[in-house]
């Protein structure tokens, strides 16, 4: 009896003072080089934005082309999952339009010419997810010999704000993939939108100014800055507004009027029963 309580006494020392090791369960993850590791690259092209995410095989002595990847199959273009581009805005390809998103990079490798595909499923493992119809382009290539590359690697080059091309190299071979980006475009309709929309920083400065219920003078010259820029059924009704808190229903009237006849010709008079109401309150003449 003596001997087991000594013993139950030392166990219990020994778990306070951590000398029992735990399992294999707690021990240590062993991290070690993947054979194809992760590899990223992108690249700005005037707007947009082109990243690619792939996994970057070795050769390691092997034959890579009719080798490890057959010609004449499809081919997931790196390892382990398929790669994947992703464009920020639409793009053109192969003279075909590519829409801003993710796209699974496919390959069937030729001997003298190679299919290219992107897929509009980007989350594929490999090749047997892979279906057809939901090629966004297919188009064929010609690579050209190259410095050995003893890792696949993506990389960009000839880029300018109109494009870019998009290369693939790996063991003595590169393939080219240009990219034509809508730059021009976007940049005026961009400029546009600025434009057609430079007149709201000031109205909402006004609105501000109106619902805390301070400044009402200094929000109608904000609106008044706002109305030079475009003249818009909420600006106008920012001013009607203005001018009723002021105590000046009058002048608000016309304005009032003037702001539902402009903003029933929209489909976004969000204020309609609003404006309404407001125009039965200060007594408006029917127009």
């Known amino acids: ?21 735990s399992g294999p369960a707690s021990a240590q993850q062993l991290e070690l080089p993947r054979p194809s590791p992760l590899a990223k690259v992108s690249q700005v092209v005037g707007i947009t934005e082109i990243a690619v995410e792939y996994s970057s095989p ?20 790196g390892a382990n999952s398929a790669t994947k581009v ?34 509009k499923n980007p989350n594929q493992g490999g090749t047997g997810q892979y279906k057809q119809d939901l090629d966004q382009v297919r188009f064929v290539a010609k690579p050209a010999p190259s410095p050995h590359r003893e890792r696949l690697t993506f990389l960009f080059t000839d880029t300018s704000e109109a494009g870019t091309t998009l290369e693939l190299e790996w063991e003595k071979l590169r393939l080219a993939i240009p990219i034509k980006a809508g730059t021009e475009a976007q940049v005026a309709a961009n400029i546009k939108g ?20 301070k400044d009402y003078d200094h929000a109608l010259q904000l609106v008044e800055r706002s109305l030079a820029q475009r003249e818009d059924w909420f600006n106008v009704w920012t001013k009607a507004q203005l001018l009723a808190a002021k105590g000046k229903p009058a002048e608000a009237c016309p304005l009032g009027q003037k702001a539902k006849a402009l903003g029933d010709k929209t489909d976004s008079f969000f204020a309609a029963d609003d404006v309404k109401k407001a125009l039965a309150d200060w007594k408006c003449p029917a127009r």
């Open 1 to 21: 009896m003596r001997r087991k309580m000594l013993l139950r006494a030392c166990l219990a020392a020994a778990v306070a003072g951590g000398a029992l090791v």
């Open 58 to 77: 070795a050769v390691k002595g092997r034959k890579v082309w009719g080798g490890i990847v057959p010609l004449g199959e499809l081919w997931r273009t």
């Open 86 to 119: 992703t464009f920020s805005k639409d793009v053109t390809i192969a003279d075909k339009p590519v829409p801003a998103g993710t796209y699974a990079l496919f390959t069937i490798p030729g001997k003298d010419s190679w299919t290219v595909i992107f897929n």
């Open 194 to 213: 600025l434009e057609d929309n430079s007149w709201r920083p000031f109205n909402s400065a006004a609105r501000y100014l109106l619902e805390s219920k």
